[in-house]
T-cell receptor, first 114, second 113 residues
Framework: AQKVTQAQTEISVVEKEDVTLDCVYE???????LFWYKQPPSGELVFLIR??????QNEISGRYSWNFQKSTSSFNFTITASQVVDSAVYFC???????????FGQGTRLTINP | EAGVVQSPRYKIIEKKQPVAFWCNPI?????LYWYLQNLGQGPELLIR????????DSQLPKDRFSAERLKGVDSTLKIQPAELGDSAVYLC???????????FGPGTRLTVL
């Protein structure tokens, strides 16, 4: 069975600090996909990134970066030089090739204070 | 390009009443999903459609919930009768196929009194 754990329920930092959101997953499939979504106060889930299980290269997109490590079953998300607009709930999700459905973690509420 | 459209955005009903939610996916997206999101939780899949076929409805409470996607485009999710515990946000998402990223609509926030 697939499972995603986001142990950090809430994180609060001051603007311009770097912050890392943790994500640990469980799956028996060898082929799977990992995702991060952002849910701002407006409520709409915004897609951030998709990685497949065969690609462990780290990804950087502007101030965002993702570290995928199969050895520890983790897919962590780092925001560099955080900004107030980064305040949102962030969800990590897993999709097994066999199940073809997204299973979400509980989410991490990130608050960036000015 | 328009995103996933959902209506209504908010709905307040009394328990035992019926309610329906509508979703229009992104044009060309074959796969459509309905999710339930309780407060402080991640979304949970209710049903997945490939075109007009419901290929995964294992999490849909079929005694009171029903869904349809008649022409493989728009979809409707219905609850009849609604219970207090159904208060939640109902999210619709679509993707090109099951292995691509899903794009979500703004959701319908249901309150059952």
């Amino acid at each position: 069975a697939q499972k995603v754990t986001q142990a950090q329920t809430e994180i609060s930092v001051v603007e311009k600090e770097d912050v890392t959101l943790d994500c640990v997953y469980e799956t028996r499939d060898t082929t799977y996909y990992l995702f991060w979504y952002k849910q701002p106060p407006s409520g709409e889930l915004v897609f951030l990134i998709r990685r497949n299980s065969f690609d462990e290269q780290n990804e950087i997109s502007g101030r965002y970066s993702w570290n995928f490590q199969k050895s520890t079953s983790s897919f962590n998300f780092t925001i560099t030089a955080s900004q107030v607009v980064d305040s949102a709930v962030y969800f990590c999700a897993l999709s097994e090739k066999g199940a073809q459905k997204l299973v979400f973690g509980q989410g991490t509420r990130l608050t960036i204070n000015p | 390009e328009a995103g996933v459209v959902q209506s209504p955005r908010y709905k307040i009903i009394e328990k035992k009443q019926p309610v329906a939610f509508w979703c229009n996916p992104i044009s060309g997206h074959n796969t459509l999903y309905w999710y339930l999101q309780n407060l402080g939780q991640g979304p949970e899949l209710l049903i997945r459609y490939e075109n007009e076929e419901a290929v995964d409805d294992s999490q849909l409470p079929k005694d009171r919930f029903s869904a349809e996607r008649l022409k493989g485009v728009d979809s409707t999710l219905k609850i009849q009768p609604a219970e207090l515990g159904d208060s939640a946000v109902y999210l619709c998402a679509s993707s090109l196929n099951s292995f691509n990223e899903q794009f979500f609509g703004p959701g319908t926030r249901l309150t059952v009194l």
